[in-house]
């Protein structure tokens, strides 16, 4: 059964640092890989895909990157901004088209 | 395109009463699937269908939920009876999927059910 981990669980950084969010999974047999980001008391908004022929993504000032041999990714922010306040989500897609959600990165940028 | 459509977008009931929540796929996607989130277990994905047809309900947690997709435009969710513990957020998503690698999910705004 696919388990996914993702540290840290909250994080907290001042406006302008870049920061790194971590996400693991223990079934390396994914056909891709999920960012997502969701609101206080919204839905989820897909921020990148990463297919599993692929190492990395990118949209903007976010990376995201993907090693399956080793069961992680990781989600690069460049230059963070009070508005990238929100839980990060990863998830992978394995057997049956299923996302196996990781238990999410809680994001504050502070001014 | 309007994206997922879900409704209600809050509902607060009693236990033992019946709820119903639906969702609307976006247009031509043809899969669909229902997740639901608590602080407890996060996201858990409870069915998904593919053209219509329920593929995979091991994650539905008993016999009080039941899901249908009548069409390719509309699918339920429904409890009966409510328990207090079946309060939580959820989810339904849609997808167009001719190459599993590329399955982006789009999910829908959810349904914030408060059983009391």
């Known amino acids: 059964k696919q388990e996914v981990t993702q540290i840290p669980a909250a994080l907290s950084v001042p406006e302008g640092e870049n920061l790194v969010l971590n996400c693991s999974f223990t079934d390396s047999a994914i056909y891709n890989l999920q960012w997502f980001r969701q609101d206080p008391g919204k839905g989820l908004t897909s921020l990148l895909l990463?297919?599993?022929?692929?190492r990395e993504q990118t949209s903007g000032r976010l990376n995201a990157s993907l090693d399956k041999s080793s069961g992680r990714s990781t989600l690069y922010i460049a230059a963070s901004q009070p508005g990238d306040s929100a839980t990060y989500l990863c998830?992978?897609?394995?057997?049956?088209?299923?996302?196996?959600f990781g238990t999410g990165t809680q994001l504050k940028v502070e001014l | 395109d309007a994206g997922v459509i879900q409704s209600p977008r809050h509902e607060v009931t009693e236990m033992g009463q019946e709820v119903t929540l639906r969702c609307k796929p976006i247009?031509?996607?043809?899969?669909l699937f229902w997740y639901r989130q608590t602080m407890m277990r996060g996201l858990e994905l409870l069915i998904y269908?593919?053209?219509?047809?329920?593929?995979?309900d091991s994650g539905m947690p008993e016999d009080r939920f039941s899901a249908k997709m009548p069409n390719a435009s509309f699918s339920t969710l429904k409890i009966q009876p409510s328990e207090p513990r079946d309060s939580a957020v959820y989810f339904c998503?849609?997808?167009?999927?001719?190459?599993?690698?590329?399955?982006?999910?789009?999910f829908g705004p959810g349904t914030r059910l408060t059983v009391l």
């Open positions: 990463i297919q599993s022929s692929q």
């Open positions: 247009s031509g996607h043809d899969y």
């Open positions: 998503a849609s997808s167009l999927s001719q190459d599993r690698v590329r399955n982006e999910q789009f």
């Open positions: 998830a992978a897609t394995g057997g049956g088209n299923k996302l196996t």
């Open positions: 269908f593919n053209n219509n047809v329920p593929i995979d």
